[in-house]
């Protein structure tokens, strides 16, 4: 029971004692207002103690305050998944306040660098790698393609650089547009294929079409994939398999290692073109090729120029690369269901 509610009880306790009739206050009357003066004594120092305790709090709280503000800004940005630091800035040392121009500069080089990666480093944005249909049927994963988005990233920083805070990586993960059960079907009809040909008995040549023609078939291309071809076939390098081979390199035929792998793009590029496809990235040699007509080659060179494109068919795909007697055919397939749903070339 309250101290309070104990002092009201006393006076009741009186106040009846007074009914009773008593002329004088008894010894009991006197013990009961004695305990009541105590305890209001007690009050009034427990009230003071409250005030007390209040106001070094209040002041506390402003020295908390004092310290917060005087502490610098800093900008942690933090990797979404793991929580890891990546980077930390501190805008009143970079010239948020001072320079803010320069400031944005110096914040948007680091974006761009920490999404495309730099000559040491790679960066978050990753290509996609195509799943694509084992022998036997099953599917071999590929990678999802990884976006870091450098104008939202940019604009969280320069945001949390007024009062500081963490910032998370804007990393967004698509995976390849197709449905498993969609798998056995995509192989039933030819939508558009492609035949070129080269001297089989050159064998450097012969071996590094043979080597590329097999890292892009079976290739499932799902709807809105990007495919690149440097990415799906990898370096063409010894360590690989790949020989030296004459090759096209500014403007002259010169011996390299991987010379060849051009015609297995340059082949796989005139095949989609004649569905409703978009391209990304696609360059022409230095030189004429003879194994395609003039402006219909697509060359590529692993670390460098890329074939890209990607799936704007409607459709998910599925890509065939096969050699025969001097001969590289690649071939789009679908299934019956979806051939007549393909957009067409414009």
Known sequence: MGKTKWIILLIVAIS???????????????????????LEKQLDMEKEEKEAALKKMEELEKEAQKIEEEKPVVVTVVEPNTKEVIK????????????????????????K??????????????RMIPDKVGENGEIIKGKPRVILEES????????????????????????????????PQLGEVVVATYQTHF???VAGRTKNIELSAQAINNVILGVGDVFSFNTTVGPSDAEHGYQKAMEAVNGKLVEGIGGGICQTSSTLFNAVDQIGVDYVEKHHHSVNVGYVPKGRDATVSYGGLDFRFENTTGVPLLLKASMSKGTLTVEVRTSKANQSLIKKVN
């Open 16 to 38: 009846f004692l007074g009914l009773v009739g008593c002329s004088q206050k008894t010894s009991t009357e006197k013990e009961l207002e004695k305990k009541i003066t105590e």
């Open 88 to 111: 930390t800035f501190n805008p009143g040392e970079m010239g948020y306040e001072t320079d803010l121009e320069k400031y944005k500069k110096e914040i948007g080089s680091w974006v």
């Open 113 to 126: 660098a920490a999404a495309r990666g730099t000559e040491t480093k790679s960066g978050y944005d990753q």
């Open 152 to 183: 939202e990233l940019l604009e969280k920083v320069l945001a949390a650089s007024v009062k500081g805070g963490t910032v998370e990586l804007p990393l967004y993960v698509t995976e390849s547009g197709y449905k498993l059960e969609e798998v």
């Open 199 to 201: 001297d089989s008995s």
